[in-house]
């Protein structure tokens, strides 16, 4: 049997005492025949004011309940007063040109979550929320819009206008809290942002430190959540943030952007990006690391045929955080854009993070730093048919397109032209045991260098723009094979078949 379903009334509540039976004779503009799994209930006819008049909490909170579909007629509707439902087995919230209108943070009453369904603890068994438009273009009305905490859900085509900006939580929470469900998110639209807390009334309650995030998904989720064709542009604290690591969060199209943190970020085993836009062409004053995606743990973790755009570049464009376990970036497209204050890196893989694989990924990097990192640790990395090129200069931010300081590595085909200024270099080994083969690295400076102990190099075409030699020994030690390298090599090699053009 489910849990009897809980609701917290408002003040305004009083419909339900005094005018139960005219709702229950009236209200139900298409009443359940014998069989039927729901009711239908048109708000308007069970006494909701579609002009925006008056609030809607107490016909709501009335007309809540098991299997019921509350269906909302074309108009605006007030609301100063948050909803609570917990506990159902069937709820649906579907609009027709449906605006919810809430009121400013300091008239609105309670806790300022507009809608929420489910509790991690009482959630909701089945939730389906679409077609409905939620209007925060009035000055501090941003609020939390949707907070469902459920078993499964579908939540749809929702579109939040106007800039939230009460410095409180963000418009959106969805957490699976059955470990076995799956809900899905399809076409949410977040366009307009949201404005850090200093810069807010801080009315909003409770207030957070930075200001909102997007769309959170919290540490009570624990099944399977699909994010499809969503938008979400301006955030302070992350865009699309999963904040915990027992469930899995799979992303499929949509554009994220300008988003300050993150504009994704996942954490939980297979976790997944497919087919996203993520872009930075405009920071505000506080904006100051606007990662692409941040991967923040779990196992055989994907990104994939992804298109990310840093055109104000101030974070790295893919993190890949010490608690992954293993992760695979490929078939992804990334651009950081000219820029004399970053020096970030296109791919960072941080220290301590565990087996990671880049496959196919394009990166033209055109402002100073690494186009891929990779910090020390035990996993194994490799790097296999990417392409690196552009116009980075190596004057700051690091000499050289790819940096590996992680023992083992493997580069297998790569292709990397690097003709800026600034010493700039295509390949540092700083590891030891590590692997090239195949692939081309050309660089304005020595095109490879090499820093760690027992590294093999095969198959390569190594050259410099000026004329540098193509590979640089400075300590350490390196056998090279069957290898075509202009200039020669500085330093001493062991190994042979190679080829020394001038």
């Given at each position: 049997?489910?849990?009897?379903?809980?609701?917290?009334?408002?003040?305004?509540?009083?419909?339900?005492?005094?005018?139960?039976?005219?709702?229950?004779?009236?209200?139900?503009?298409?009443?359940?025949?014998?069989?039927?799994?729901?009711?239908?209930?048109?708000?308007?006819?069970?006494?909701?004011?579609?002009?925006?008049?008056?609030?809607?909490?107490?016909?709501?909170?009335?007309?809540?309940?098991?299997?019921?579909?509350?269906?909302?007629?074309?108009?605006?509707?007030?609301?100063?007063?948050?909803?609570?439902?917990?506990?159902?087995?069937?709820?649906?919230?579907?609009?027709?040109?449906?605006?919810?209108?809430?009121?400013?943070?300091?008239?609105?009453?309670?806790?300022?979550?507009?809608?929420?369904f489910g509790t991690y603890y009482s959630p909701g068994d089945w939730l389906r929320i679409g077609n409905l438009t939620f209007d925060f273009r009035a000055d501090n009305t941003g609020?939390?819009?949707?907070?469902?905490?459920?078993?499964?859900?579908?939540?749809?085509?929702?579109?939040?206008?106007?800039?939230?900006?009460?410095?409180?939580?963000?418009?959106?929470?969805?957490?699976?809290?059955?470990?076995?469900?799956?809900?899905?998110?399809?076409?949410?639209?977040?366009?307009?942002?949201?404005?850090?807390?200093?810069?807010?009334?801080?009315?909003?309650?409770?207030?957070?430190?930075?200001?909102?995030?997007?769309?959170?998904?919290?540490?009570?989720?624990?099944?399977?959540?699909?994010?499809?064709?969503?938008?979400?542009?301006?955030?302070?604290?992350?865009?699309?943030?999963?904040?915990?690591?027992?469930?899995?969060?799979?992303?499929?199209?949509?554009?994220?952007?300008?988003?300050?943190?993150?504009?994704?970020?996942?954490?939980?085993?297979?976790?997944?990006?497919?087919?996203?836009?993520?872009?930075?062409?405009?920071?505000?004053?506080?904006?100051?690391?606007?990662?692409?995606?941040?991967?923040?743990?779990?196992?055989?973790?994907?990104?994939?045929?992804?298109?990310?755009?840093?055109?104000?570049?101030?974070?790295?464009?893919?993190?890949?955080?010490?608690?992954?376990?293993?992760?695979?970036?490929?078939?992804?497209?990334?651009?950081?854009?000219?820029?004399?204050?970053?020096?970030?890196?296109?791919?960072?893989?941080?220290?301590?993070?565990?087996?990671?694989?880049?496959?196919?990924?394009?990166?033209?990097?055109?402002?100073?730093?690494?186009?891929?990192?990779?910090?020390?640790?035990?996993?194994?990395?490799?790097?296999?048919?990417?392409?690196?090129?552009?116009?980075?200069?190596?004057?700051?931010?690091?000499?050289?397109?790819?940096?590996?300081?992680?023992?083992?590595?493997?580069?297998?085909?790569?292709?990397?032209?690097?003709?800026?200024?600034?010493?700039?270099?295509?390949l540092c080994l700083e590891a030891d045991d590590c692997i090239v083969s195949k692939g081309s690295y050309e660089a304005t400076h020595h095109p490879v260098i090499n820093h760690g102990s027992g590294n093999v190099v095969t198959q390569i075409t190594a050259s410099s723009y000026d004329d540098y030699e193509g590979i640089k020994v400075s300590d350490g030690s390196?056998?090279?094979?069957?290898?075509?390298?202009?200039?020669?090599?500085?330093?001493?090699?062991?190994?042979?078949?190679?080829?020394?053009?001038?």
């Open positions: 049997m489910p849990e009897t379903p809980t609701k917290t009334l408002g003040r305004r509540s009083f419909l339900g005492t005094v005018g139960a039976a005219a709702v229950g004779s009236a209200a139900f503009s298409g009443q359940a025949s014998a069989g039927s799994s729901y009711e239908t209930i048109n708000i308007v006819d069970a006494g909701a004011d579609n002009t925006g008049g008056e609030s809607i909490t107490p016909v709501l909170e009335d007309v809540l309940g098991n299997r019921r579909k509350i269906y909302f007629p074309p108009g605006e509707y007030y609301i100063d007063e948050g909803v609570r439902f917990t506990g159902f087995d069937k709820l649906w919230l579907i609009g027709d040109d449906a605006t919810i209108v809430p009121a400013p943070a300091d008239e609105f009453d309670g806790s300022h979550r507009i809608f929420k609020l939390r819009a949707i907070q469902a905490q459920v078993n499964d859900c579908y939540i749809h085509d929702i579109d939040f206008v106007g800039e939230h900006d009460t410095g409180t939580h963000g418009p959106m929470l969805v957490d699976i809290v059955d470990e076995d469900s799956t809900g899905a998110v399809d076409r949410i639209r977040m366009p307009d942002g949201g404005a850090w807390t200093k810069n807010t009334d801080r009315d909003g309650n409770p207030d957070v430190r930075w200001g909102p995030t997007g769309f959170i998904v919290s540490p009570y989720h624990s099944g399977k959540l699909w994010v499809r064709d969503c938008v979400i542009d301006g955030f302070p604290d992350n865009g699309l943030y999963d904040s915990g690591s027992a469930g899995r969060v799979v992303v499929r199209g949509g554009r994220f952007s300008n988003c300050n943190t993150s504009n994704i970020r996942l954490d939980g085993d297979e976790s997944t990006i497919q087919n996203a836009t993520i872009v930075v062409d405009d920071a505000r004053d506080a904006d100051n690391n606007q990662r692409g995606i941040r991967l923040d743990g779990g196992e055989n973790c994907w990104v994939t045929d992804c298109e990310i755009v840093l055109d104000q570049p101030n974070g790295h464009a893919i993190t890949v955080m010490p608690d992954i376990t293993s992760a695979k970036i490929q078939d992804t497209n990334i651009r950081l854009a000219s820029s004399d204050e970053s020096n970030d890196a296109a791919v960072m893989v941080s220290e301590g993070a565990g087996d990671v694989t880049l496959d196919n990924v394009s990166i033209d990097m055109n402002c100073p730093g690494q186009a891929i990192e990779i910090e020390p640790g035990n996993g194994d990395v490799l790097v296999e048919e990417c392409t690196v090129t552009g116009e980075a200069s190596g004057s700051e931010g690091g000499r050289n397109a790819i940096r590996c300081e992680r023992d083992g590595s493997r580069f297998y085909g790569n292709v990397v032209e690097q003709p800026g200024p600034g010493y700039r270099r295509a390196l056998n090279l094979y069957w290898s075509t390298v202009y200039e020669g090599v500085s330093g001493d090699v062991g190994g042979y078949g190679n080829e020394y053009p001038s």
